[in-house]
């Protein structure tokens, strides 16, 4: 058995690990768009060395961000590294850019850690004055105040029996104004939030903490992971208002998100919610989050009546939702996902029009998180770019691809290639650096 096939799917393939290194001599092919000036980053686990086969779990893998720096149509650079942090634990999930400063970033209660745009991990503290540093991995911008928001458990107090979640707001200076609690005694795991203009919605689903579940039980290879599908719980979405302490919970039809595409209030009032929707996920047979597909569903949740409808708008499996960074709490009418079968497929979806347009990348490649980059004068909401990091199995190689948005199905403007693939992780944000 080779190093990189292993009983573990999440050790497996372009899932291994890699080692850091750097390159500034990449191979291009195809056209950078001139104005594209900056960085894009992608956080993902990339456990060191030992590693235990049977217990990995991909949630807990130290994280790794891979960087690719581009500026007046060249790649000026490549390099990965691991995710230094004064606080212990290196977040692996997302990484992006508020208040000046660059966030990795993970869920759990774990501090973001704050690097600079040459990669280098800092040990400014994240929002200096704030009691707690605790903090999530999808927070939500609002471009209008500048403000992100986010919806953060933490395992200490789960683990103390501490039924809750904080609902958390950082201004556009950086500083964290607001962490309040809200009570959520199953414990749900929250890993997204969304925002509108009046709410954040806080979502308390049917997969909950049962930390030491695996005390008496035989490890499940690549399982340990101590969360659970509780058909004891009740689902559902409290819409928290942004200014006030009011709540209102309204009950959904069991199933489970990782990601929302986004969120916004119609004229009626009535919050719509578009995102991908598990039907169960993390059985007690089955405690790794594969399995069960996500479907591309909208739930119109009213708040006057505290009722929610639902509807599944594509029947192909799709995740890694992105939207145009501006749109966070707005309507919006495009949404990027990466195929959650084959991965060898970006989906647009147009929500206006009900339909998706596919980019095949073929069968030897495999991509990761599509995302978005308006052009800087972009008169429509898909203006610009997707890009993103696409495994080549038969150069086991990756590239950074760059798509037209508004021609989706077109080969791509550029592609370039890495000196080494980027293993299959999280999530990315391209970085504005002039
Ligand atoms: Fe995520």
Not at 65 to 75: L, N, Q
Not at 150 to 165: H, K, P, T
Not at 270 to 285: A, N, S
Request: a negative charge; hydrophobic letters at 30%.
């Amino acid at each position: 058995m080779s190093i990189r096939e292993s009983k573990n799917k999440f050790l497996s393939g372009n899932w291994y690990p890699v080692e850091e290194t750097s390159s500034d001599e990449l191979k291009i092919s195809g056209e950078l768009p001139k104005e594209l000036t900056g960085l894009f980053l992608r956080n993902g686990p990339n456990p060191k060395e030992p590693i235990n086969h049977e217990n990995y779990h991909p949630f807990f893998g130290d994280g790794m961000i891979h960087g690719i720096r581009i500026e007046d149509g060249k790649a000026l650079w490549y390099k990965n590294k691991f995710v230094t942090s004064p606080y212990g634990f290196g977040p692996n999930t997302h990484v992006l850019k508020h208040s000046g400063k660059i966030y990795a970033l993970v869920e759990g209660g774990v501090s973001p850690v704050i690097m600079d745009s040459d990669m280098n991990f800092l040990e400014e503290e994240p929002f200096p004055d704030a009691d707690s540093k605790r903090f999530t991995a999808h927070p939500k911008i609002d471009v209008d105040t500048g403000e992100m928001h986010a919806v953060s458990y933490d395992f200490e107090e789960y683990v103390n029996g501490q039924g809750q979640v904080h609902y958390v707001t950082v201004d556009q200076q950086g500083k964290l104004i607001k962490d309040k609690i809200i009570e959520t005694p199953g414990k749900p795991m929250v890993h997204d939030c969304a925002i509108t203009e009046n709410y954040v919605l806080i979502f308390d689903l049917p997969v909950t903490f049962n930390l030491g579940r695996r005390d008496d039980e035989k490890n499940s290879v690549g399982g340990d992971y101590p969360v659970i599908w509780n058909d004891k719980h009740t689902a559902r979405v409290g819409l928290q208002n942004k200014r006030t302490d009011e709540i209102t919970w309204i009950e959904v039809n069991p199933g489970f998100l990782f990601h929302v595409v986004n969120s916004y209030e119609d004229e009626t009032g009535q919050v719509i919610l578009d995102f991908c929707r598990y039907e169960r996920l993390f059985d007690f047979d089955n405690p790794l989050p594969m399995g069960q597909k996500p479907f591309l569903t909208r739930w119109i949740l009213n708040p006057k009546t505290k009722t929610c409808s639902e509807e599944m708008l594509d029947d192909r499996p799709m995740e890694f939702s992105r939207v145009h960074p501006d749109y966070d709490g707005k309507q919006h009418r495009f949404g990027y996902l990466l195929n959650d079968g084959r991965l060898n497929n970006y989906f647009k979806h147009d929500f206006k029009k009900g339909r998706t347009i596919t980019h095949d990348f073929g069968e030897a490649r495999q991509a990761a998180e599509p995302v978005f980059v308006p052009k800087k004068n972009s008169k429509s909401e898909d203006d610009g770019y997707v890009v993103g990091f696409v495994y080549d199995k038969t150069t086991d190689l990756s590239n950074f691809v760059v798509l037209d948005a508004q021609n989706f199905s077109d080969t791509p403007l550029a592609e370039v290639t890495l000196p080494q693939r980027v293993p299959f992780g999280f999530h990315g944000s391209w970085i504005n650096l002039d």
